[in-house]
């Protein structure tokens, strides 16, 4: 069985650029999830999908994140602008129902100088 | 409302065992433990659901203590592939917000 996948692995931009991120979750899962985790911190929760509908984005920066998922399936993760303290590792995870075992993908990890 | 995981590091010898807990200041309803190595997504090691149940697999268990709004994981007979750090997520209501809150994890150094 395929895992979560994610891309790009790697990122590096200048404050106030844009960058989107991409996953692809484990096939039939109906719950997505978005992570950030800075250096030495777990995981926060940005924003959380059941299918294609939103379940809970009350971590995401609205004013400049933004996130998708279309058709149930792959969901993007953007940021416009972006700001040096932007800087993590950004983790997708799915799982099968919503708080059931989490799969996580092998993130993305943004540099923004 | 973060959990807090004690200890922040612990280092030990291979064969020894290790705890690691978790608490919370609100009352729990789940708890799930991932282990995550260096440069590599969290993986699942295991959920426990509100009722003080015990779970483990090989020489890996929890408990979730209700009362005292905590857990901790037991890892018995340290292996060099237990190395790693260790993360709780804390689910604190099964009501319509339901997420994950990650604690700050515990870094484990098992040496030979």
């Known amino acids: 069985e395929a895992g979560v996948a994610q891309s790009p692995r790697y990122k590096i931009i200048e404050k106030r650029q844009s960058v989107a991120f991409w996953c692809n979750p484990i096939s039939g899962h109906a719950t997505l999830y978005w992570y950030q985790q800075i250096l030495g911190q777990g995981p926060k929760l940005l924003i959380q999908?059941?299918?294609?509908?939103?379940?809970?984005d009350s971590q995401l920066p609205k004013d400049r994140f933004s996130a998708e998922r279309l058709k149930g399936v792959d969901s993007t993760l953007k940021i416009q602008p972006a700001k040096l303290e932007d800087s993590a590792v950004y983790l997708c995870?799915?799982?099968?129902?919503?708080?059931?075992?989490?799969?996580f993908g092998p993130g993305t990890r943004l540099l923004v100088l | 409302q973060q959990p807090v995981q004690s200890p922040q590091a612990v280092i030990l010898r291979e064969g020894e065992d290790a705890v690691i807990n978790c608490s919370s200041s609100k009352a729990l309803y789940s708890v799930h433990w991932y282990r995550q190595k260096h440069g590599e997504a969290p993986v699942f090691l295991m959920i426990?659901?509100?009722?003080?149940e015990q779970k483990g697999h090989d020489k890996i268990s929890a408990s979730f203590n209700e009362k005292k709004q905590q857990s901790s994981l037991y890892l018995t007979a340290s292996q060099l592939s237990y190395s790693g750090t260790y993360f709780c997520g804390t689910e604190i209501s099964p009501g319509s917000a339901r997420q994950l809150t990650f604690g700050s994890g515990t870094q484990l150094t098992v040496l030979p």
């Open positions: 999908f059941q299918n294609n509908g939103v379940v809970d």
């Open positions: 426990l659901l509100k009722g003080g």
């Open positions: 995870a799915s799982s099968l129902m919503l708080m059931e075992t989490q799969y």
